[in-house]
T-cell receptor, first 111, second 112 residues
């Protein structure tokens, strides 16, 4: 089974609104990462947060990490049509190079 | 330009044939990965390699094989033992452990 699970599976919002998606994981981690995938393309790295960090920002992105609850959230503020994509969380293990992905959240931003 | 290149972009395979997907990176990364993605689903790890001449099975290695003879190359062979190989295959690399991964543009494999 996959390490990370995103929620919701799909999200549709109006341009300018904020989009929030969550990720839960099962085992201890060294870091948690968020990626974006446009349809039929490879993944693009967005942000990495380490297990000793609680919050991180990058432009319009805000990521939080709660290791006690084994969960993370990704907030995209002031969404744009170009933000339409699938978003995946990935966890880096504590003891190896393994990078495990969740099933993703599909975000549609309506103009 | 530095990056990770997968070829071909589309690949068609007859049942019973082995096919090899190419993955090359010029980022001088130690770690490389192969993932499989089925429609509407997330990425499942097939194999990963932390260093030349060493690789480990991921979650769905059955029916696949890899080699890591050179740092920049990590080819994936889909064998006839893989019962349902039609999928989108993604290769990635990273500097090392606990860092961001860079992805290729993927190979879409279809069994005909």
């Amino acid at each position: 089974s996959q390490q990370g699970e995103e929620d919701p599976q799909a999200l549709s919002i109006q341009e300018g609104e904020n989009a929030t998606m969550n990720c839960s994981y099962k085992t201890s981690i060294n870091n948690l990462q968020w990626y974006r995938q446009n349809s039929g393309r490879g993944l693009v790295h967005l942000i990495l947060i380490r297990s000793n960090e609680r919050e991180k920002h990058s432009g319009r992105l805000r990521v939080t990490l709660d290791t006690s609850k084994k969960s993370s959230s990704l907030l995209i503020t002031a969404s744009r049509a170009a933000d339409t994509a699938s978003y995946f969380c990935a966890t880096g293990g504590s003891n190896d190079y393994k990078l495990s992905f969740g099933a993703g959240t599909t975000v549609t931003v309506r103009a | 330009d530095g990056g990770i290149t997968q070829s071909p972009k589309y690949l068609f395979r007859k049942e019973g044939q082995n096919v090899t997907l190419s993955c090359e990176q010029n980022l001088n990364h130690d770690a490389m990965y192969w993932y499989r993605q089925d429609p509407g689903q997330g990425l499942r790890l097939i194999y990963y390699s932390q260093i030349v001449n060493d690789f480990q099975k991921g979650d769905i290695a059955e029916g696949y094989s890899v080699s890591r003879e050179k740092k920049e190359s990590f080819p994936l062979t889909v064998t006839s033992a893989q019962k349902n190989p039609t999928a989108f295959y993604l290769c990635a690399s990273s500097v090392g452990e606990r860092t961001e991964a860079f992805f290729g543009q993927g190979t879409r494999l279809t069994v005909v």
